[in-house]
């Protein structure tokens, strides 16, 4: 694989991610998709877990899934493809970074990238980009 190849992977990944984000939005965010953390602030509000931890719970289980994946070179739900749980990971870890961003009120590690963007809503180059630091985030 080239880079330019694994570029055109991450943007397809990320373009899906957002995609699947968007549509989930809808039904998990509550007040006709106006809260975006609201499935796992429900948590919290029942006393179950901290809304940072659900998130990370998910988070966990994809990883969970991928570890299983990894060991047994296919996954036992047949409809589940390896591009679903990559895809549930990105998700998770962008609202694990919004909702702490929120929360802190204040944004991570903001970077200006260089690499001319095209222009286009899933550009992952393009110029004031966001790239958290994970040391810092997570």
């Keep these: 694989m080239t880079s330019q190849e694994l570029f055109e992977m991450h943007t397809k990944l990320c373009k899906a991610a957002l995609d699947l984000m968007q549509k989930k939005n809808h039904d998990y965010s509550g ?39 990894m060991e047994a070179g296919k996954f036992k ?13 990105i998700n998770y870890s962008i609202l694990l970074y919004a909702y702490l961003d929120e929360k802190a009120n204040k944004q991570y590690d903001i970077v200006e990238l260089t690499k001319p963007a095209e222009e286009d809503a899933y550009s992952m180059y393009s110029k004031g980009g966001i790239v958290p630091n994970t040391v810092d985030t997570i």
């Design 31 to 69: 007040k006709m998709g106006t809260q975006p953390f609201a499935n796992f602030t429900r948590a919290e509000a029942m006393g179950i877990t901290s809304t940072e931890r659900g998130i990370m719970v998910r988070l966990l289980d994809k990883m969970s899934r991928l570890s299983s994946f």
């Design 77 to 89: 739900v047949e409809d589940e493809k390896l591009m679903d749980t990559i895809i549930d990971m």
